[in-house]
T-cell receptor, first 111, second 116 residues
Framework: QKEVEQDPGPLSVPEGAIVSLNCTYS??????FMWYRQYSRKGPELLMY????GNKEDGRFTAQVDKSSKYISLFIRDSQPSDSATYLC???????????FGPGTRLSVLP | DTGVSQNPRHKITKRGQNVTFRCDPI?????LYWYRQTLGQGPEFLTY????????KSRLLSDRFSAERPKGSFSTLEIQRTEQGDSAMYLC??????????????FGPGTRLTVL
């Protein structure tokens, strides 16, 4: 079993839809949870960053962490074609070490 | 631009040649990370530095790979005797510190290596 699992997609949605992206993980030492967006042939760009369990909202993006289920989610409201990219979850332990990415979910938002 | 920069952006080389990539982190960041990413996969951790000290190396980092950060600022990643399996995007990231809330990693644009 991989440390971090993520549905690779591709996921296609119409413009304006609510998008739900998810990751599961196995290492209970992970405390920091991040979502990155990566456009083709570019480096990952940090979108959301949360510590431990709970929700965090930033504009159209909401990140949720459920440590009891080892499950994290990213919701995108009112999705736009410019949101089309690969979304990577990432997580690490309390010491900023053991930084692990999921394989990424490829999202296409169709106009 | 005060972000992470990487050079070159693209490198094409023949199998068996040596290549070297450079990463310039965000200036006040003391942690620097190297990752490798292949198509359809997330970045895989290779190594990281705290200032000039290399603190951790992944098993992915074979003897042909060496990384340095001599003055705690920029870093270089060298691959000796390249193989076709080394073809990938090599990403560099930096963070302010590894503790508490200051350890968000900011990524550079990557160096895409193609080994023929």
């Amino acid at each position: 079993q991989k440390e971090v699992e993520q549905d690779p997609g591709p996921l296609s949605v119409p413009e304006g839809a609510i998008v739900s992206l998810n990751c599961t993980y196995s290492n209970s030492a992970f405390q920091y949870f991040m979502w990155y967006r990566q456009y083709s042939r570019k480096g990952p760009e940090l979108l959301m960053y949360t510590y431990s369990s709970g929700n965090k909202e930033d504009g159209r993006f909401t990140a949720q962490v459920d440590k009891s289920s080892k499950y994290i989610s990213l919701f995108i409201r009112d999705s736009q074609p410019s949101d089309s990219a690969t979304y990577l979850c990432a997580m690490m332990d309390n010491y900023g070490q053991n930084f692990v990415f999921g394989p990424g979910t490829r999202l296409s938002v169709l106009p | 631009d005060t972000g992470v920069s990487q050079n070159p952006r693209h490198k094409i080389t023949k199998r068996g040649q040596n290549v070297t990539f450079r990463c310039d982190p965000i200036s006040e960041h003391n942690r620097l990370y190297w990752y490798r990413q292949t198509l359809g996969q997330g970045p895989e951790f290779l190594t990281y530095f705290q200032n000039e000290a290399q603190l951790e190396k992944s098993r992915l980092l074979s003897d042909r790979f060496s990384a340095e950060r001599p003055k705690g600022s920029f870093s270089t990643l060298e691959i000796q005797r390249t193989e076709q399996g080394d073809s990938a995007m090599y990403l560099c990231a930096s963070s302010l510190t590894g503790l508490a809330d200051n350890n968000e990693q900011f990524f550079g644009p990557g160096t895409r290596l193609t080994v023929l």
